[in-house]
């Protein structure tokens, strides 16, 4: 079977804008601000000699106390069950957030691969908190504009490197 790839992150670190990139249209629903929940969507990508299925996976507004609501957490559980490779998306704009702390405490404990992206990095600048993402035990951060489409190659020679 074609390897798993999911895309997982809190709402609006631009996992959806990501997932269009790689896929060349628009397929999900990118969102100026969390709020509505989306299914999980599937595009198939060719890289190098490698094709392997991608998952965008939704995020819904915090609404209770909960970090990461229930809803969510279910979600990215399945993604990060089914999946071969993680791709697990920040925001190099807002710095590490209990979310993301969260998310990489799921991540750790399932134990498949994680390749770090960060995104929203427009410039040839290193984000403010490039150093803060080792902290998450989860490897070396790569750093992407998802928007600009910067980054995003070398992003996918890290992810097949899993295969
Ligand atoms: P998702 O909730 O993680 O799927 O995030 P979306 O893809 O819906 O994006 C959330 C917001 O971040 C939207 O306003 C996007 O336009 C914006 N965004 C996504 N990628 C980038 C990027 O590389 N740079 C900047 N500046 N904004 C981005
Ligand atoms: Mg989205």
Known sequence: ARPMVAVVGRPNVGKSTFFNKVAGKRISIVEDKPGVTRDRIYTEVEWLSYNFTMIDTGGIEPDSDEIIPA????????A???A??????????AG???ADREIADMLRKSK???VLAIN?????EKSDYFYDYYELGLGDPNEISSSLGLGIGD???EIVKHF
Do not use: C, H, Y
Not at 71 to 77: F, L
Not at 84 to 93: A, E, K, S, Y
């Open 155 to 157: 992003l996918l020679d």
């Open 120 to 124: 929203k990095v427009d410039t040839k």
């Open 80 to 82: 990060i069950e089914t």
């Open 84 to 93: 071969n490779v993680i791709l697990f998306m920040l925001d190099g704009r």
């Open 96 to 98: 590490l957030t209990s």
């Open 71 to 78: 809803q969510m957490r279910r979600q990215a559980e399945l």
């Open 112 to 114: 498949k691969p994680v």
